[in-house]
């Protein structure tokens, strides 16, 4: 079964270092989406992301968050200059369609600020 | 957003039928109430979602109260593999799902 691929599995980065998370969506996928979940907390969405535009995002995701398609497999979410409050667990997530389709999420990369 | 009340946590044997209860009062006439898991290390995982209509897949069923106020996630042979946080989330339409924090399912073997 198709399934959505995250890397790194943990990225450990320095504070105010620019980090890159990668994401393959299911190929036929038209919609990606970025999650987070910080350690023992809630999942919360950041992004959702179609036809190369962002379609939502939520207060969490500000000017030091950016999402690309830079081809036509790979989503990516970087974070321009991290701080100790991004460490979390980041998904990435894809669905046929946006609105009702279930959205088909990656094992996540853990991001570890220092 | 339509907010929901699920238990912190329900114990189930192995083998035995799990029922998860969900309560959605606020959900509104267009929302489909999804449910998704999330497994010890993993992402979020899709089970079911429905509309009015009680769903049937190879997971789970869900059934939904006739008022829509309550829905039911239903396992009918709980595995050890089924040990999850399980969540039901209400959706707009909108391409967020916004989770709240499920109930911690125990499967006994």
């Known amino acids: 079964e198709p399934e959505v691929t995250q890397t790194p599995s943990h990225q450990v980065t320095q504070m105010g270092q620019e980090v890159i998370l990668r994401c393959v969506p299911i190929?036929?996928?038209?919609?990606f989406y970025w999650y987070r979940q910080i350690l023992g907390q809630k999942v919360e969405f950041l992004v959702s992301?179609?036809?190369?535009?962002?379609?939502?995002k939520s207060e969490i995701f500000d000017d030091q968050f950016s999402v690309e398609r830079p081809d036509g497999s790979n989503f990516t979410l970087k974070i321009r200059s991290t701080k100790l409050e991004d460490s979390a667990m980041y998904f990435c997530?894809?669905?046929?369609?946006?609105?009702?389709?279930?959205?088909?999420f990656g094992d996540g990369t853990r991001l570890s600020i220092l | 957003d339509a907010k929901t009340t699920q238990p912190n946590s329900m114990e189930s044997n192995e083998e035995e039928p799990v029922h998860l209860p969900c309560n959605h009062s606020?959900?509104?006439?267009?929302?489909?109430i999804h449910w998704y898991r999330q497994l010890p290390s993993q992402g979020p995982e899709y089970v079911i979602h429905?509309?009015?209509s009680n769903v049937n897949n190879r997971m789970a069923s869900l059934a939904i109260a006739e008022d829509r106020k309550s829905s039911t996630l239903i396992l009918h042979r709980a595995t050890l593999r089924d040990a999850a946080v399980y969540y039901c989330i209400p959706q707009t339409g909108a391409n967020n799902l916004f989770f709240g924090t499920g109930t911690r399912l125990t499967v006994i073997p």
């Open positions: 190929s036929n996928h038209l919609y």
């Open positions: 429905g509309l009015t």
């Open positions: 992301f179609y036809n190369n535009e962002i379609s939502e």
């Open positions: 606020t959900i509104s006439g267009t929302d489909y």
């Open positions: 997530a894809s669905s046929v369609y946006g609105g009702y389709q279930p959205q088909h």
